[in-house]
């Protein structure tokens, strides 16, 4: 706890003599001319470690209410605190995630510090930001398995959906639960108990693919425009779906969304190659500009340079030449000596 006072923190730490200029990299305390001043006076403060159980900043949440104030406040980013690469807890959770192989996603600190006190320990937070790459890449280190509880309100699923795409990219296997409404993680588990909780997560478990198709045909009603936009919706994230040990997967998933669309699987899969193509053509023509970008920025090409670019082919002519040397009068007896 950070006291309300103006300087209590930032008096008690130039006293033990630590550094000015990283103190104020923290965001613990800032200099307004020539005062210190505590930034979080008044507030609840939540260290953030990182995978190796280092502090790498902090989280504050404001006592009572202040409308004027925000009700969180984090460390401004600098070289070791990134927010976009941060889950909160993941230094505590990651063993119980490895042995339960399921990761528990919630959005805020105290959610995950009220799951940990009921004895539910694989869990970790997104400190109240949408999921990211590197989130999900973090996760993925222990497990393949995200289950992402969220408040059941219209924030809380869009929040949820956000990440979809992206883990699905990664290869994860995605379930949701919902909160019930007025409700969230820290205080649903208080009310209901850590069996009961427990309980509750096992049997709300929603496919998130599923779920978000349901969700947007109920949006789109007897609307057939809207319709064919789901359509669509769900062919691109379907699409994302490219992993080649994933690919039953995608199959089981084309096969349960085309019946529920009542729609035709062959067109299904043809709408999905389609955003795959689509995808790797701007992949590619990324990769060009890229490349021109490149050269159009090295300095003036030199004779070697010149030689350089007629002779490229040489290399592999060469090569080409020996193999047919010192291979080419070999008989293969069979595929695995080929191999």
Same mark, same amino acid.
């Given at each position: 706890?950070?006291?309300?006072?103006?300087?209590?923190?930032?008096?008690?730490?130039?006293?033990?003599?630590?550094?000015?200029?990283?103190?104020?990299?923290?965001?613990?305390?800032?200099?307004?001319?020539?005062?210190?001043?505590?930034?979080?006076?008044?507030?609840?403060?939540?260290?953030?470690?990182?995978?190796?159980?280092?502090?790498?900043?902090?989280?504050?949440?404001?006592?009572?209410?202040?409308?004027?104030?925000?009700?969180?406040?984090?460390?401004?980013?600098?070289?070791?605190?990134?927010?976009?690469?941060?889950?909160?807890?993941?230094?505590? &959770?990651?063993?119980?995630?490895?042995?339960?192989?399921?990761?528990?996603?919630?959005?805020?600190?105290?959610?995950?510090?009220?799951?940990?006190?009921?004895?539910?320990?694989?869990?970790?937070?997104?400190?109240?930001?949408?999921?990211?790459?590197?989130?999900?890449?973090?996760?993925?280190?222990?497990?393949?398995?995200?289950?992402?509880?969220?408040?059941?309100?219209?924030?809380?699923?869009?929040?949820?959906?956000?990440?979809?795409?992206?883990?699905?990219?990664?290869?994860?296997?995605?379930?949701?639960?919902?909160?019930?409404?007025?409700?969230?993680?820290?205080?649903?588990?208080?009310?209901?108990?850590?069996?009961?909780?427990?309980?509750?997560?096992?049997?709300?478990?929603?496919?998130?693919?599923?779920?978000?198709?349901?969700?947007?045909?109920?949006?789109?009603?007897?609307?057939?425009?809207?319709?064919?936009?789901?359509?669509?919706?769900?062919?691109?994230?379907?699409?994302?779906?490219?992993? &080649?040990?994933?690919?039953?997967?995608?199959?089981?998933?084309?096969?349960?969304?085309?019946?529920?669309?009542?729609?035709?699987?062959?067109?299904?899969?043809?709408?999905?190659?389609?955003?795959?193509?689509?995808?790797?053509?701007?992949?590619?023509?990324?990769?060009?500009?890229?490349?021109?970008?490149?050269?159009?920025?090295?300095?003036?090409?030199?004779?070697?340079?010149?030689?350089?670019?007629?002779?490229?082919?040489?290399?592999?002519?060469?090569?080409?030449?020996?193999?047919?040397?010192?291979?080419?009068?070999?008989?293969?007896?069979?595929?695995?000596?080929?191999?």
């Amino acid at each position: 706890y950070n006291p309300s006072a103006t300087n209590t923190l930032s008096s008690h730490l130039l006293q033990q003599q630590f550094n000015p200029d990283l103190l104020i990299k923290t965001g613990l305390v800032k200099k307004n001319g020539d005062e210190w001043v505590d930034n979080y006076r008044n507030r609840i403060i939540f260290p953030i470690h990182n995978n190796t159980g280092k502090i790498i900043g902090f989280g504050a949440r404001i006592i009572g209410k202040n409308d004027k104030a925000p009700k969180y406040i984090n460390t401004p980013e600098n070289e070791i605190y990134v927010k976009s690469k941060v889950l909160y807890g993941i230094y505590f &959770a990651k063993q119980a995630i490895d042995k339960a192989d399921e990761c528990l996603l919630v959005e805020g600190y105290t959610d995950v510090i009220s799951l940990h006190q009921a004895g539910i320990e694989n869990v970790v937070a997104s400190g109240g930001t949408s999921l990211t790459v590197e989130q999900l890449r973090n996760i993925k280190k222990y497990t393949d398995n995200l289950t992402i509880i969220y408040d059941g309100d219209a924030a809380g699923v869009k929040a949820a959906l956000r990440g979809l795409d992206m883990a699905l990219e990664e290869g994860l296997n995605v379930k949701l639960v919902l909160i019930p409404n007025n409700e969230d993680p820290d205080s649903y588990v208080r009310a209901l108990g850590t069996n009961a909780f427990k309980s509750f997560i096992a049997e709300n478990k929603k496919d998130f693919i599923i779920f978000q198709l349901e969700l947007l045909l109920k949006e789109a009603g007897n609307d057939v425009t809207k319709k064919n936009v789901v359509v669509n919706q769900i062919a691109e994230t379907l699409s994302k779906i490219n992993k &080649a040990e994933d690919f039953s997967k995608q199959q089981q998933y084309v096969k349960q969304s085309a019946a529920i669309l009542n729609v035709d699987e062959a067109g299904l899969y043809n709408l999905i190659n389609t955003y795959k193509r689509n995808e790797l053509a701007k992949a590619e023509k990324k990769n060009i500009s890229s490349s021109t970008i490149s050269t159009e920025t090295n300095n003036t090409p030199t004779e070697t340079d010149f030689n350089s670019l007629l002779q490229q082919d040489e290399p592999h002519e060469r090569n080409l030449l020996r193999a047919l040397l010192e291979h080419g009068l070999k008989k293969w007896e069979d595929d695995s000596t080929m191999a």
